[in-house]
């Protein structure tokens, strides 16, 4: 009982916090002119297409993320203050709290990484909203550079501090790789988060299924013992609830990398630690189709003379360059995402 009133009180104080701090920070992003300027050019070539389609979502207000981190980070410090004084709390109302959401076992990895991975995010965004440099952005060698070597430090630790050395394989058997887990986990962190980030160009895309990813794997860490880690990750689910509740197309301010990459890498960190690498590659379905569309644009263009597999990539613009309806395409997306999630959860039960 005293599990779920926990999960329950963050679900709802996260929830109502980030319902309250929303209108004052829309205001302040508009006030100090805090806005997404969309793009022009692309990593190769231009982005002329893309620009047609989404021209009119210039001047929208980005950096959403800070309302996460803001939520998370006041309830973490709030539950420490509460278990310093829980003796005393426990004399007056008679209440005993057992848990802070700050865990060396549980959460550590998880909050270093949403603020590392932010870190990085944030200044990408805050280029772009300035209009600083040519691109307007972080450039692609150095954000990869950063996050390789990000990534090969946590891969590093994983390995040796914690013995990770296999990839967990559900009812049949684990793969042992050893050493080769290093470069596995660089890869598939870096070429995923990629995918998430391609994802997000059409309203509430991406931002519904990392929700649902994250319900998944409050539902996986809940059942693996990790309570402070399954309420970390209803925390976030609960707090893009409430982004919803204030940005019913069309959007009243985005995300963008800064959510992106903090989230996809926090949720990749939950994933390692829960063994379960196979269980997110399903439920991530959609992000590697998007991914692997803009490859094959690439090549294609690259190496067929400048000849296009599709009107344009990733899968979803190439569908609106079809002329489907925006919120048809978010809304046929979701139904996977919410399949694929849906699908492993009850094999999960059955296979139990």
């Known amino acids: 009982m005293w599990n779920l009133t926990f999960l329950l009180t963050y679900l ?30 692309a990593l190769m070539w231009h982005a002329t297409e893309f620009y047609k389609l989404h021209k009119w979502k210039s001047d929208t207000p980005t950096m959403w993320w800070w309302v996460i981190l803001l939520v998370l980070f006041t309830l973490v410090i709030i539950s420490m203050v509460i278990q310093t004084f829980s003796d ?39 280029l772009n909203s300035r209009e600083i440099w040519r691109t307007k952005w972080l450039s692609a060698k150095f954000k990869m550079g950063f996050l390789i070597f990000f990534w090969l430090i946590w891969a590093y630790w994983f390995y040796y501090k914690l013995w990770f050395n296999s990839i967990k394989l559900p009812y049949i058997w684990d793969i042992h790789i050893w050493i080769f887990y290093i470069p596995l986990f660089v890869f598939i962190i870096i070429s995923m988060a990629n995918s998430v980030n391609i994802t997000d160009w059409l309203d509430w ?38 982004f919803l509740w204030f940005n019913i197309k069309p959007a009243k301010f985005y995300m963008w990398d800064v959510w992106v990459l903090a989230l996809w890498a926090n949720l990749w960190i939950i994933a390692m630690m829960t063994n379960t690498l196979l269980v997110l590659v399903i439920i991530s379905w959609i992000y590697i189709v998007e991914v692997s569309s803009s490859i094959i644009q690439i090549v294609s263009k690259k190496y067929r003379n ?17 002329w489907w309806a925006e919120e048809t395409i978010v809304m046929r997306f979701w139904l996977i995402g919410m399949i694929l999630s849906s699908a492993w959860l009850l094999a999960s039960f059955l296979l139990k």
């Open 88 to 126: 005393q709390i426990a004399n007056l109302f008679n209440i005993h709290i057992k848990y802070s959401l700050f865990n060396r076992k549980e959460t550590y990895l998880a909050l270093f990484t949403l603020f590392s991975a932010w870190l990085i995010g944030f200044i990408d965004d805050y």
């Open 205 to 242: 895309l991406a931002w519904w299924l990392l929700l649902f990813n994250y319900w998944v794997y409050a539902i996986i860490t809940y059942r693996s013992g990790l309570l402070i880690l399954s309420a970390l990750c209803l925390i976030i689910v609960w707090s893009l609830m409430a």
């Open 12 to 41: 709802i104080i996260s929830f109502l916090l980030t319902i309250i701090i929303i209108p004052t920070y829309i205001k302040c992003l508009n006030k100090f002119h805090i806005w997404k300027k969309i793009r022009k050019e």
């Open 306 to 322: 400048w000849k296009k597999v599709f009107k344009i990539a990733p899968y979803h613009h190439h569908l609106e360059a079809c």
